[in-house]
Nanobody, 125 residues
Framework: QLVESGGGLVQAGGSLRLSCAAS????????MGWFRQAPGKEREFIAA????????FYAVSVKGRFTISRDNTKNTVYLQMNGLKPEDTAVYFC????????????????????WGQGTLVTVSS
């Protein structure tokens, strides 16, 4: 089970940190990803992090503004979002992938086994 938190309303240029708490013993073995979905749009890859935390991968649209991290002692993955823009408004989802880490494969939502319910981020202009 994955449970996201930390969403809310923020002004453009502001910051938010999303958290995703996972249950289960295999957390440190799973690639964790963040995706988002805006109304009327397809689910979009944001970032992914390897089970050990040693590798990360980002979408071009957020690279340099967003940072993914994880704390395996807390079974939690984070998404620090800085420099938020109105176009970042969406429901943000975390997801877990138990397969072997391949950076390019983390962009495909079909590779993920489990999903959270999402948390809404709204960025006002």
């Amino acid at each position: 089970q994955l449970v996201e938190s930390g969403g809310g309303l923020v002004q453009a240029g502001g910051s938010l940190r999303l958290s995703c708490a996972a249950s289960g013993r295999a957390f440190s073995l799973n690639t964790m990803g963040w995706f988002r979905q805006a109304p009327g749009k397809e689910r979009e890859f944001i970032a992914a992090i390897r089970g050990s935390g040693s590798s990360t991968f980002y979408a071009v649209s957020v690279k340099g503004r967003f940072t993914i991290s994880r704390d395996n002692t807390k079974n939690t993955v984070y998404l620090q979002m800085n420099g938020l823009k109105p176009e970042d408004t969406a429901v943000y989802f975390c997801a877990a992938d138990s397969s072997r880490w391949i950076a390019s494969a983390t962009m495909n939502p079909r590779n993920y086994d489990y999903w959270g319910q999402g948390t809404l981020v709204t960025v006002s202009s």
